[in-house]
């Protein structure tokens, strides 16, 4: 059975709107950094570079290489953590151009060193990127998060990032950092910005 992250994994990937309280264990992620406006080549470049390693591990079956444990599953979707460089933290309004961000896509279980090394030999060969590089792995765990659904445009995220906030205080929590994760479950090239689906996540711990 093919495994889907949405329904296999509804509580990390839930479609709830209001907020929930969730453990994240240790995941493993293929990253990238940047900075500046999301709204540029810079950002569309870092997000092609990223799935195509990603596809390239998905599909080396039809390379004629089945890692061991390998079974079949849906790529998973786009993660970004979201901060502001010294200028943005300072700044008295909010500017896209002042964003610093690492760009992820998280791997299954099976995906060791070897087959990595194997997906960015295969990328190289097949369409060399200059920002392949720039690509890290990183086995990174959130532990305790608030999440929520967030529906409609990014520029509309602070009333979710609110409701959050809220929740955070009337459960007796506390934020760890304001560098938030971001889980993009629509594709902004196909989806109207009122239909976008995207899960945001605050680590916390307990007061």
């Not at 709107?17 to 950094?33: A, F, H, I, S």
């Not at 610093?100 to 295969?122: C, E, G, K, S, W």
């Not at 009337?170 to 629509?186: A, F, G, M, T």
């Amino acid at each position: 059975m093919k495994h889907e992250y949405r329904k296999h994994e509804k509580e990390l990937y839930g479609t709830k709107t209001t907020p929930v309280l969730l453990e994240v264990g240790t995941q493993r992620y293929l990253c990238v950094k940047g900075e500046g406006n999301p709204n540029t080549a810079a950002f569309r470049e870092r997000v092609e570079v990223l799935y195509s390693l990603a596809y390239a591990i998905r599909m080396m079956p039809k390379t004629g290489f089945t890692p061991p444990g390998y079974f079949e599953y849906t790529v998973y979707p786009l993660e970004g953590l979201w901060d502001l460089n010294e200028i943005g933290r300072q700044s008295q309004e909010f500017d896209k151009n002042h964003l610093v961000y690492t760009l992820m896509i998280r791997q299954p279980n099976f995906v060791d060193d070897a087959i990595i090394t194997r997906a960015f030999a295969h990328v190289r060969k097949k369409k060399p990127q200059p920002l392949l590089d720039d690509v890290f792995i990183s086995d990174s765990s959130d532990g305790l998060v608030v999440q929520l659904l967030h529906l409609g445009s990014y520029d509309d995220e602070p009333a979710s990032f609110a409701k959050m906030k809220a929740f955070i205080a009337e459960n007796n929590l506390e934020i760890k950092s304001l560098v938030h994760r971001e889980i993009y479950l629509s594709d902004p090239r196909k989806t109207a910005p009122e239909k976008l689906k995207t899960l945001l996540r605050y680590c916390v711990e307990k007061r």
